[in-house]
């Protein structure tokens, strides 16, 4: 018997020590979530057959990342560039947060009492448009907390004597935490340990009875 509880306690303080290890190793990571746009309507979610362009409804999928140690949990909290903030879509990762028409000063991320409001994100990647009229900034993504804003510029694939009107389109954006590559590892090796001490015990057990 005294075998066995000096193994249990050899086993819960190895995994207590891994658990404070990891755990001052994920406060020092930057905090990522993966954002994903739910479209009602637009470009990308009925397509254009009479270009060739196949529905692409999950398009507005990607990630942002940011250094969330300034983080308190207090009231409303913004964060940008000052906190490294890098924002990237999954199909494109060349549409990023440098492609905000307000760059620097966004795009942002925010917090409200710690809660996570969204991105403040308007990135045209596509300027195309050459029709002053219009006042129209070519393919974009307009990101505002939940609430999404996309536009396609036809003028690329519309003939000149041909009227060219924007594509618009929205949706609902909702976000979800990655877990940390640490924090990952960290519960990886938890099980393990577990794993490796519910084994032994059963061995010791056999042996003793």
Same mark, same amino acid.
């Given at each position: *018997?005294?075998?066995?509880?000096?193994?249990?306690?050899?086993?819960? +303080?190895?995994?207590? @020590?891994?658990? *404070?290890?990891?755990?001052?190793?994920?406060?020092?990571?930057?905090?990522?979530?993966?954002?994903?746009?739910?479209?009602?309507?637009?470009? =990308?979610?009925?397509?254009?057959?009479?270009?060739?362009?196949?529905?692409?409804?999950?398009?507005?999928?990607?990630?942002? @990342?940011?250094?969330? @140690?300034?983080?308190?949990?207090?009231?409303? %909290? +913004?964060?940008?560039?000052?906190?490294?903030?890098?924002? +990237?879509?999954?199909?494109?990762?060349?549409?990023?947060?440098?492609?905000?028409?307000?760059?620097?000063?966004?795009?942002?991320?925010?917090?409200?009492?710690?809660?996570?409001?969204?991105?403040?994100?308007?990135?045209? #990647?596509?300027? =195309?448009?050459?029709?002053? %009229?219009?006042?129209?900034?070519?393919? =974009?993504?307009?990101?505002?907390?939940?609430?999404?804003?996309?536009?396609?510029?036809?003028?690329?694939?519309?003939?000149?004597? %041909?009227?060219?009107?924007?594509?618009?389109?929205?949706?609902?954006?909702?976000?979800?935490?990655?877990?940390?590559?640490?924090?990952?590892?960290? *519960?990886?090796?938890?099980?393990?340990?577990?794993?490796? #001490?519910?084994?032994?015990?059963? @061995?010791?057990?056999?042996?003793? +009875?």
């Amino acid at each position: *018997m005294k075998k066995f509880n000096t193994l249990r306690l050899k086993a819960l +303080s190895l995994a207590t @020590s891994v658990g *404070m290890i990891l755990g001052v190793a994920t406060a020092a990571d930057a905090a990522t979530y993966q954002f994903k746009a739910t479209l009602d309507e637009g470009f =990308f979610l009925t397509g254009a057959p009479e270009i060739g362009v196949e529905p692409r409804p999950e398009f507005y999928v990607g990630l942002f @990342s940011f250094d969330d @140690s300034e983080l308190t949990g207090v009231g409303l %909290e +913004s964060f940008g560039r000052e906190a490294n903030l890098e924002v +990237s879509l999954t199909n494109d990762p060349r549409v990023d947060q440098t492609l905000d028409v307000r760059f620097p000063e966004f795009p942002t991320v925010s917090f409200q009492d710690g809660e996570l409001l969204g991105l403040d994100w308007f990135a045209v #990647y596509h300027p =195309f448009t050459n029709v002053p %009229e219009l006042d129209y900034p070519g393919d =974009f993504v307009r990101i505002s907390g939940t609430q999404l804003t996309d536009g396609f510029d036809p003028t690329f694939y519309t003939p000149e004597d %041909e009227p060219r009107a924007p594509i618009l389109g929205s949706g609902i954006v909702s976000y979800e935490r990655v877990p940390e590559p640490s924090a990952i590892l960290g *519960m990886v090796i938890v099980a393990i340990t577990i794993g490796c #001490y519910r084994k032994k015990a059963v @061995s010791l057990k056999a042996t003793l +009875s």
